[in-house]
């Protein structure tokens, strides 16, 4: 079955405004709604990813001087999906509990494997 790469990006608001901080109440229902997630899509998650950190591009040239967006502003996390298709791989990304909403997106890309 193919595997998909899910990318969650942070999206510019039109505001200019991060979102608000959950209470612990929402929190503890996030936890509630994450599992039931990965309950139901047990069979589709190969890898949950993670959040990323400190990070250096390589290159053959030394990198150029001046304000450069890292990756991961841009890139919160990722995780790693099976699917037969990438419409379910996009399904199994949409109902991820907070991947999708005000402030971030998630993008999906099929990985090719010889």
């Known amino acids: ?3 998909y790469l899910c990318m969650q990006r942070n999206l510019p608001s039109a505001d200019g405004q991060k979102g608000h901080k959950p209470s612990p109440a ?12 990965q309950a139901k899509f047990k ?3 190969v890898d949950m990813g993670g959040k ?3 990070g250096r591009l390589v290159t053959t040239q030394p990198a150029a001087d001046g304000p450069l967006v890292e990756v991961k502003e841009l890139v919160g996390g990722y995780m790693i999906v099976s699917a037969a298709s990438l419409d379910e791989a996009i399904e199994v990304a949409r109902e991820c509990p907070g991947l999708v909403g005000p402030g971030s997106g998630v993008e999906v890309i099929e ?4």
């Open 1 to 3: 079955m193919p595997k």
């Open 26 to 37: 929402q929190m503890q229902e996030m936890y509630a709604q994450f599992g039931a997630w």
């Open 43 to 45: 069979k589709n998650l």
């Open 52 to 54: 990323l950190g400190q």
């Open 111 to 114: 990985i090719h494997t010889p």
